[in-house]
């Protein structure tokens, strides 16, 4: 994906859309595109909001009005260099942090071992990196590892068609090195995991006392904090903070500056006022930085769930926009049709499933369907693959959603070509593709 786009001369994620599909469909393309940014961008508030509020005392709200102006103002100010500065500072600060914390948090529940089999003591059956094969109840049962194979597909593909991603690897300067950056940046988020994890591990071993447990039980967004605080000395909490700080401010500013982008790029410039002089297309893009800005702060304050934001996001991303991508950028013969009716079908999946973020119920029995369709039913019955806490379908109704659309996308294309020839993935203008940083 970031060869060929970055060999096309593509400046945002809309832009082969808008090539293969036409602007007005694009237009539509780029609506979940930018929801995701806004739901990621409030998320890494939320996220630092559970950080400095609870376990340090901070006003929750002051914490994300205080955070979301600082870094919309130097987004604002800098634009791409500012953020492109700043990440590397942060990214800095967030590995020597969190490396330096770990010893005297392990040193504080008796060292990795026995705070690794504490927790294989209590829940066996998650220490490995992947559910079993064959599910034998437990708690592995067959729905809770389609689940995860479910969730495990939109978060792997669901990362790829993201504006921030490819605003970055699109200014590399030749493909290649757009192709390498991706794999190394993979490497390293991959590493990165590891030191929350096994902090998590640490804190699960520790012996809280009874408020602090259930407290961490109902707020699990708080153990990384808690344990910096509790388990290391000032110096290294401070360092540990800051690594997380520095975390959630870089996200925040890469998210909202590549919002911003395409609404400037894509929405302002090419479909409303074509032509705008670059100094128009700055002052467009400054107000775009703060309106996003100021929405994601919005859904933040009145969203506390980190999770329900992440896996939202993803979601999105996965189910509407993978499938697109992959096509536009891929199939020679896809064309508007199919792209308006794989993208409207999979919408219509999606949403049957319902979203507990917003208490929206499924009005699709998924569960049902399938166990009227199989001779046999369907193991547990179709309650089984109901959560009995929220109400959430635990049918893979995402990839379900996401696999109709990659299906019907080029077959819908190819039935429809007389009607709707396909447009050839072309590179864009010299010229516009030299001016299409506005930051």
Not at 61 to 81: D, H
Request: net charge positive; with cysteine; charged share 10%.
């Amino acid at each position: 994906f970031a060869g060929r786009m970055r060999r096309l001369g593509f400046t945002t994620l809309i832009d082969p859309f808008e090539v293969r599909f036409g602007k007005a469909w694009a237009m539509v393309l780029f609506l979940p595109a930018i929801l995701a940014e806004i739901f990621w961008s409030a998320e890494l508030l939320v996220a630092l909001g559970a950080t400095l509020a609870g376990p340090l005392g901070y006003p929750v709200g002051v914490v994300i009005l205080g955070s979301a102006l600082v870094v919309v103002a130097y987004t604002m100010m800098g634009g791409m260099w500012s953020v492109a500065f700043t990440d590397a500072l942060q990214l800095g600060l967030v590995v020597i942090g969190l490396l330096v914390a770990l010893p005297f948090i392990f040193e504080a529940v008796g060292g990795i071992g026995p705070a690794w089999s504490g927790y294989l003591a209590t829940r066996s059956e998650r220490g490995g990196l992947f559910p079993p094969l064959a599910p034998a109840g437990g708690f592995w049962t067959l729905p809770a590892v389609v689940g995860w194979w479910d969730v495990s597909l939109m978060l792997v593909l669901g990362g790829i068609p993201w504006n921030c991603y490819f605003q970055r690897v699109l200014a590399c300067r030749t493909p290649t090195l757009a192709r390498w950056h991706s794999v190394i940046a993979g490497a390293m988020t991959i590493g990165l995991t590891a030191p929350p994890l096994l902090i998590g591990v640490a804190a699960f071993h520790y012996p809280w006392p009874e408020a602090l447990r259930e407290r961490l039980g109902q707020h699990a967004a708080e153990v990384l904090p808690l344990a910096l605080q509790q388990l290391t000395p000032p110096l290294i909490l401070l360092l540990g903070v800051g690594a997380i700080i520095a975390a959630v401010t870089s996200s925040f500013s890469s998210s909202i500056l590549s919002a911003a982008s395409m609404i400037s790029w894509n929405g302002v410039d090419k479909l409303f006022r074509a032509g705008l002089a670059m100094r128009h297309l700055r002052w467009v893009l400054r107000l775009s930085i703060l309106g996003i800005g100021l929405m994601a702060v919005l859904l933040a304050l009145r969203v506390r769930s980190v999770q329900a934001l992440w896996f939202l996001t993803s979601d999105l991303v996965f189910v509407l926009l993978f499938p697109q991508l992959l096509w536009a950028l891929f199939d020679p013969r896809a064309n508007r049709i199919g792209s308006i009716v794989a993208f409207a079908t999979s919408l219509i999946l999606r949403l049957g499933g319902g979203e507990p973020l917003f208490g929206w119920p499924p009005w699709i029995d998924y569960p049902g369907w399938l166990a009227a369709l199989l001779p046999g039913g369907i193991p547990g019955g179709p309650a089984a693959w109901i959560d009995a806490e929220s109400g959430a379908l635990l049918f893979p109704y995402k990839t379900l959603a996401a696999a109709v659309g990659l299906l019907l996308l080029p077959i819908v294309s190819r039935l429809t070509a007389t009607w709707d020839p396909p447009r050839p993935l072309r590179s864009l203008p010299t010229d516009r593709a030299d001016a299409a940083h506005p930051s």
